[in-house]
């Protein structure tokens, strides 16, 4: 399935400030629902942190770039880059995850 992203993407503080939120919130609930996830800017903006040359990091320059790409490519490549990432990393490509299954969760909804 594609995934598609019209949004500009956010800026470095806005990604950090959102994904923050975006995990208390989820943290708060015993079983936060799908659809609690970033925004499709804060989702470009945490791909354009992670383009790099390397596999991963070209399917989030893609994606990046284009607002598209596979939800299952872009799902592979975050768990990858996450094997490398900061803590901080580690939990923007863990909402970055959280996007796409919502996304995914809505289309399977229509």
């Not at 989702?43 to 790409?69: D, H, K, N, W």
């Not at 094997?83 to 809505?106: D, M, N, Q, T």
């Amino acid at each position: 399935m594609n995934v598609s992203n019209r949004a500009v993407a956010a800026g470095d503080l806005a990604v950090a400030a959102e994904v923050s939120d975006v995990l208390e919130r989820r943290g708060a609930l015993k079983h936060p629902p799908v659809t609690l996830a970033v925004s499709d800017a804060t989702a470009l903006g945490i791909a354009g942190l992670f383009r790099s040359p390397t596999a991963s990091g070209l399917v989030m320059e893609r994606f990046y770039r284009r607002g598209a790409v596979d939800s299952a490519e872009l799902l592979q490549a975050a768990r990858a880059e996450q094997e490398f990432a900061s803590p901080e990393g580690h939990a923007a490509l863990y909402c970055l995850i959280g996007w796409v299954r919502s996304k995914e969760h809505a289309r399977d909804g229509d």
